[in-house]
């Protein structure tokens, strides 16, 4: 940009400069001379100010050139991160899903139909580990999503939804579930 700025300064510099040294010429020259001479600097003055005004005009599709790019860098970067933190995100949901898969095979075994009605199983001590460790798998990755969307609700608006549902509050209960049931007699 230093550079155009210059060139425009150079331009005004020729264009003023030629009308000095046209003024100081003609006082030597015929008359017949001096007419050809003041329409050869007509002509050259108005090239140098169609000159002024090409470099102006390119200056500015410069100026507006780089706002354009520099506004697209920061609209790439905000897109980098948004997608930096859906990746995340979708990499903890992705553990919670596989914990509550892991939880849903082991509840689905212990349902069974006879006679068209549902009843379930006893389940074994292995069953009731299943299950409490799908659940102690379920609460860490929702954990890790609500602290990864404290960490970012400022980047991503939606993820504030995500903290108003899923509150501390809430998975300190089901903590406190978790634990109780680890603690009760399993034979």
């Known amino acids: 940009m230093a550079e155009i700025a210059d060139i425009i300064e150079v331009i005004d510099e020729a264009a003023d400069g030629m009308a000095d040294e046209a003024e100081g010429a003609e006082a030597d020259m015929d008359p ?3 007419a050809e001479f003041e329409e050869e600097v007509a002509d050259a003055t108005k090239e140098v100010q169609e000159l ?7 200056k500015d599709i410069m100026e507006g050139s780089l706002k354009v790019l520099k506004s697209f860098g920061i609209f790439v970067l905000k897109n980098i991160a948004v997608g930096a933190i859906m990746y995340f995100v979708n990499v903890g949901l992705s553990k919670l899903i596989k914990a509550i ?10 349902k069974t139909k006879k006679d068209g009605k549902r009843s379930f199983n006893i389940p074994t001590v292995t069953d ?11 609460l860490t990755s929702i954990r890790k999503l609500r602290d990864f969307a404290e960490l970012n609700k400022g980047k991503v608006v939606s993820l504030k939804s995500f ?8 998975l300190d209960e089901i903590q406190n579930q978790i634990e109780h049931l680890k603690k009760m007699p399993l034979e």
């Not at 898969?101 to 212990?110: G, M, P, V």
């Not at 009731?128 to 379920?138: A, K, M, P, R, W």
């Open 52 to 58: 002024s005004k090409t470099a102006e005009v390119f």
């Open 101 to 110: 898969e892991k939880t849903y095979d082991t509840a689905r075994h212990l």
């Open 163 to 170: 903290l108003e549902i899923v509150t501390p509050e809430d």
């Open 32 to 34: 017949a001379d001096q």
């Open 128 to 138: 009731i580990n299943s299950l409490l460790d799908g659940s102690v798998s379920f």
